[in-house]
């Protein structure tokens, strides 16, 4: 069974950075690309930022530059940094298989405001 535990949401000030962690579990990050996904209150949820199997990634225009997704294989874990946060960057964020193949862990919340 694939399950995913997303980490490191807060409340953070506009400018301010966090730091998200997601470890996975009945899956390989050697095998499947992973992503990260979020969903703000009353939208649907949207990809911000993949990984490749071999490293490469990229990553939505609107966190481009602010955002920086990374890997840990030996933990199979999957980061995102978020850096120059803004109040539209407040959601919900999961991570998942890209694509979204998987259930949907409980995802972390990121609140940004002042």
């Known amino acids: 069974q694939v399950q995913f535990m997303e980490s490191g949401g807060g409340l953070v000030q506009p400018g301010g950075s966090l730091r998200l962690s997601c470890a996975a579990s009945?899956?390989?990050?050697?095998?499947?690309?992973m992503a990260w996904y979020r969903q703000a209150p009353g939208k649907e949820r949207e990809w911000i930022a993949y990984?490749?199997?071999?490293?490469?990634?990229n990553s939505a225009d609107s966190v481009k530059g602010r955002f920086t997704i990374s890997r840990d294989t030996a933990k199979n874990t999957v980061f995102l940094q978020m850096n120059s946060l803004k109040a539209e960057d407040t959601a919900a964020y999961y991570c998942n298989e890209y694509g979204g193949s998987w259930s949907w862990g409980q995802g972390t919340q990121v609140t940004v405001s002042s």
């Open positions: 990984i490749t199997v071999g490293g490469s990634t």
């Open positions: 009945g899956i390989s990050f050697r095998r499947v690309p």
